[in-house]
C-alpha cells in the first residue's frame, strides 16, 4: 500500500487547510485511516482516525472542534479539514493506514508541512 498526502502549507493563525491522502495498492486490506503530525523537536503524535465506512471516528483533543476527518473509499482518499488553524499546530502531517486487525498502523505517507504563523 502506498499513500500520498499533499494540502500542506503556510497559512496564518485562524486560517483553514485541507490536506488529502490517496492510498493505492492493496488497498482491500485497509481498515483504518488516520493522520499523525509530528511538530519541530517533538515526538509524533495522533491526530485523528476514521473506519472504513467512516462509523468510528477519533480525534486527539487538542484538535476536536476544529479540525474534521473524512473519508473516501470508492476514491480510496482520506482527508483531513482544518480550521480556526493555531501556531501549536505547525507539524509535518503523515496520513496513515491500518490493516484490520492490526494493533498498528502498517504504511505511512511521506508527510507534508503545515505551517501556521502569528
Known amino acids: 500500500v502506498q499513500l500520498q498526502a499533499c494540502g500542506g502549507g503556510l497559512v496564518q493563525v485562524g486560517g483553514s487547510l485541507r490536506l488529502s491522502c490517496v492510498a493505492s495498492?492493496?488497498?482491500?486490506?485497509?481498515?483504518?485511516m488516520g493522520w499523525y503530525r509530528q511538530p519541530p523537536g517533538k515526538e509524533r503524535e495522533v491526530v485523528a482516525s476514521?473506519?472504513?465506512?467512516?462509523?468510528?471516528?477519533n480525534y486527539a483533543d487538542s484538535v476536536k472542534g476544529r479540525f474534521t476527518i473524512s473519508r473516501d473509499d470508492a476514491k480510496n482518499m482520506v482527508g483531513l479539514q482544518m480550521n480556526n488553524l493555531k501556531p501549536e499546530d505547525t507539524a509535518v502531517y503523515y496520513c496513515?493506514?491500518?490493516?484490520?486487525?492490526?494493533?498498528?498502523?502498517?504504511?505511512w505517507g511521506q508527510g507534508t508541512l503545515v505551517t501556521v504563523s502569528s
Open positions: 496513515a493506514a491500518r490493516r484490520a486487525f492490526s494493533a498498528s498502523y502498517n504504511f
Open positions: 495498492g492493496s488497498i482491500f486490506s485497509i481498515n483504518v
Open positions: 476514521i473506519n472504513s465506512g467512516g462509523g468510528r471516528i
